[in-house]
């Protein structure tokens, strides 16, 4: 194993970056003029009916220009994707001892970088100038995204070392990513209030929920990281 610290630093950014994303957010939801799909001239953002790419829109849905809100939107998206990047390509320090754990661990890292540059174009093409390119690369992200996790559930099960608790996380946002996809194909109140509350609620609760379980895992790889390397320091003096 070889104890670079770009890779402690990348586990390290994954955590700022998921970190700087909630708190740009918030700001963005602040300084968004208002409306909504249903209700246009609504004051302000609407947590459980505003989507969160109505932040990144150049005009808010009163008609008002939303160019604190956008720039807020766009620094957040571009930095959590951005610093995710180092971490996908850090992971696979972790498991390279089985040829099982380094294939999924090198798809999960594959995965991972597309995801995060469908990401970036998702914060750089507002949805209200560029409706099909914005939906099209936040569906490739969040499906890609959710590959990436998934790939990585793998080798931390098969690796006897790893903890398993980041593991069954993985599994348990799966589980709510899947039933959120069963309700937008279902879709059983479509054009409604109610309808908008379980589109716009959902989609915050999968994209946050998320972005903490790449935070969880950093998390967990730093401090998995930094025992090694006091492991390895301790075997090299002795």
Not at 118 to 129: M, Q
Not at 179 to 190: A, G, H, K, M, R
Request: proline share 4%; net charge positive; aromatic share 16%.
């Amino acid at each position: 194993m070889k104890f670079n610290k770009w890779r402690k630093w990348a586990f390290i950014l994954t955590i700022i970056g998921v970190t700087q994303f909630f708190v740009l957010c918030a700001l963005a939801m602040i300084f968004y003029p208002g409306g909504t799909e249903l209700n246009p001239s609504k004051s302000g953002y609407s947590f459980f009916t505003n989507a969160v790419s109505d932040l990144g829109r150049t005009q808010s849905l009163t008609g008002d220009k939303n160019l604190v809100s956008r720039v807020l939107y766009i620094i957040a998206l571009v930095l959590v994707n951005i610093f995710f990047i180092p971490f996908y390509m850090s992971m696979s320090f972790f498991f390279s001892e089985k040829r099982a754990e380094r294939l999924f661990c090198n798809l999960a890292a594959i995965s991972g970088i597309i995801s995060a540059l469908f990401g970036i174009g998702t914060a750089l093409f507002p949805v209200d100038l560029f409706p099909t390119i914005h939906l099209s690369a936040a569906v490739t992200f969040g499906i890609f995204s959710a590959i990436a996790l998934s790939f990585y559930t793998i080798p931390i099960l098969l690796n006897h070392s790893y903890p398993n608790q980041y593991g069954y996380v993985i599994i348990s946002y799966a589980v709510l990513l899947a039933i959120y996809l069963l309700l937008v194909l279902i879709n059983p109140f479509p054009m409604t209030e109610r309808g908008l509350i379980i589109m716009a609620t959902g989609q915050k609760i999968i994209l946050f929920s998320g972005f903490l379980c790449f935070s969880f895992l950093a998390f967990g790889a730093l401090k998995r990281y930094n025992r090694l390397s006091e492991e390895n320091f301790s075997a090299r003096i002795i």
